[in-house]
C-alpha cells in the first residue's frame, strides 16, 4: 500500500474512532467503512496526505428488503457504506456551495 493510501486510510480510521460508540458494531460483528478525504497539494505528486480532512464517512452492508421499500423513496432502500458515505459527500459539497454562494 502506498504511503499515500496509508494516509487516507490512517485518517479515516481516527474519525470513525473518534465517533460515539452508539451504533457501531459489538465484539464479533462486522461493517463496512467509506470515507472521502479531502488533501491540499500543488499536483499530483505533491499531495499531502499526512493533512487529510475527512468531509464525509459513511457505514453500513444491508439493503432494505423489497417488501420494506417505501414506493415514494421516504427509506434509504440502500445502506451500503459507500452509498452512505457519498450521500454525505454530496451534502457536504452542497454545503459548501451554499457557504460561497452568500
Request: glycine share 8%; with cysteine.
Amino acid at each position: 500500500m502506498s504511503r499515500w493510501a496509508s494516509d487516507v486510510q490512517r485518517v479515516v480510521l481516527e474519525a470513525y474512532d473518534a465517533l460515539a460508540k452508539n451504533g457501531k458494531p459489538s465484539a464479533g460483528q462486522y461493517t463496512t467503512l467509506c470515507g472521502f478525504v479531502m488533501t491540499r497539494g500543488d499536483d499530483d505528486n505533491d499531495v499531502d496526505s499526512s493533512k487529510g480532512v475527512v468531509v464525509a464517512l459513511g457505514t453500513g452492508c444491508k439493503c432494505v428488503p423489497a417488501h420494506r421499500r417505501d414506493s415514494e423513496g421516504y427509506v434509504v432502500a440502500d445502506s451500503h457504506a459507500e452509498v452512505i458515505a457519498r450521500r454525505a459527500f454530496v451534502r457536504w459539497l452542497m454545503e459548501q456551495a451554499r457557504a460561497v454562494a452568500v
